[in-house]
Nanobody
Framework: QVQLVESGGGLVQPGGSLRLSCAASGSIFRINAMGWYRQAPGKQRELVASITSDGSTKYADSVKGRFTISRDNAKKMVYLQMNNSLKPEDTAVYFC?????????????????WGQGTQVTVSS
């Protein structure tokens, strides 16, 4: 019922920039918290940044000051701006996550959804 689709990943040199986007679609009543996670080869998935419906943000220590999360509630989008600061250790698959309330047959449910992931590779 709810789909999350990421875009914007790619290959970038150290110190470069990327902007990831995630679009939510489906039978959505309300999108609550949204976030970006990443998973590097051989490592566990970790939280990169999250943002509540009213705009409060949280960042992993490793990306504070380098990445910025934002959202557009009207467009049902969340973004991750990685500005002029990418490092090889940022290489990972980045996943969009959203806590979504939806209506089904007259009842409201809240579930957690994931996108399929987008690869970010930082290398010279």
């Amino acid at each position: 019922q709810v789909q999350l689709v990421e875009s914007g990943g790619g290959l970038v040199q150290p110190g470069g920039s990327l902007r990831l986007s995630c679009a939510a679609s489906g039978s959505i009543f309300r999108i609550n918290a949204m976030g970006w996670y990443r998973q590097a080869p051989g490592k566990q998935r970790e939280l990169v940044a999250s943002i509540t419906s009213d705009g409060s943000t949280k960042y992993a220590d490793s990306v504070k000051g380098r990445f910025t999360i934002s959202r557009d509630n009207a467009k049902k989008m969340v973004y991750l701006q990685m500005n002029n600061s990418l490092k090889p250790e940022d290489t990972a698959v980045y996943f969009c996550n959203a806590d979504v309330t939806y209506n089904s047959a007259g009842y409201y449910y809240t579930d957690d959804y994931w996108g399929q992931g987008t690869q970010v590779t930082v290398s010279s």
